[in-house]
């Protein structure tokens, strides 16, 4: 009896150790793969406090000195334009339309997934095939409505089409948080005589409060980093962070510095964004996917 319970505490401990050493190796390639991706951050920070003849050289210098002209650059103390429009015009077209995003979607998906509507997965699919339309595609007929419309260089059009753009993956996602979202609750707010608009704001959103902060996060990012529109749309009024970065990119002479610095800079927003809400884009990307 003893050898034959000894046996089954054996294949315990050894199954113990095999996911201790497959838990080892896994954070090992996480490390790794961390390491990986903050290096070029880590990168583009240090050669951001470079002057720009040691950032441009080849093989780059490790012990160049330090300096702060990049980013003295940046903020217009060489006679330069000031970035503080720039940033924010990012700032309004990102909030607003991450805003106009959550009053739309959280609606819709309600009825995609508490009070499903007929065929509402071809609903779902509808709505994510219109990203798969190339941005480029609609530059051109956007350009002349907006032109028509006497709406070039105006940053209510930005927050029109970034709410137009991250609408449809705001409602894929927030479908899939809704879902999880107890319909018992939901019954009896219903037959205490809660409306509509009171359940969505009442009981719906503090529930699926992380889904709609990783929405809400994903959609300010997506806003915030938006190029081509901000190209092609705006000019001195409404020109955004991204397009004011592209100004520091000559034919001629050094700019290496002044984009890094320029670069770390506009990075900042989104880097807070992420830090002051990463539990609940935790929770949010991650719910539903164990039950």
Not at 174 to 190: K, Y
Request: glycine fraction near 6%; include cysteine.
């Amino acid at each position: 009896m003893s050898a034959t319970a000894a046996r089954p505490a054996a294949v315990r401990t050894e199954t113990g150790r095999a996911r201790r050493k497959a838990g080892a190796g896994l954070g090992l390639v996480a490390w790794l793969a961390g390491i990986v991706f903050f290096l070029p951050i880590a990168w583009m920070a240090l050669t951001s406090f470079h002057s720009e003849e040691d950032a441009a050289t080849n093989p780059p210098s490790f012990a160049a000195s330090l300096t702060l002209d990049g980013y003295r650059e940046f903020f217009g103390a060489g006679g330069g334009a000031s970035p503080w429009p720039a940033l924010a015009n990012s700032a309004v077209a990102s909030i607003a339309s991450t805003l106009l995003v959550l009053v739309l979607a959280l609606p819709a998906a309600y009825a995609l997934s508490i009070r499903p509507v007929k065929k509402w997965t071809d609903v779902l699919f509808f709505f994510l095939s219109t990203k798969m339309l190339p941005v480029v595609a609609g530059l051109l007929p956007v350009y002349l409505f907006a032109k028509n419309t006497d709406l070039l260089d105006n940053i209510w059009l930005l927050v029109i089409l970034y709410t137009s753009m991250n609408l449809p993956i705001a409602v894929w996602m927030m479908q899939s948080f809704l879902a999880e979202v107890p319909v018992a609750i939901i019954e009896a707010a219903r037959v205490d005589g809660a409306r509509l608009p009171t359940v969505l704001t009442r009981v719906v959103a503090p529930i699926a409060l992380p889904g709609i902060a990783a929405t809400s996060l994903i959609c300010f990012i997506f806003s915030w980093n938006e190029l081509l529109f901000a190209r092609v749309l705006t000019g001195v009024v409404a020109e955004t962070a991204p397009v004011f970065l592209t100004g520091f990119i000559t034919s001629q002479g050094l700019f290496l510095a002044k984009v890094c610095a320029a670069s770390l800079v506009i990075s900042l927003p989104v880097l807070a964004a992420g830090f002051a809400a990463q539990d609940k884009l935790v929770q949010g990307l991650s719910l539903g996917a164990v039950k």
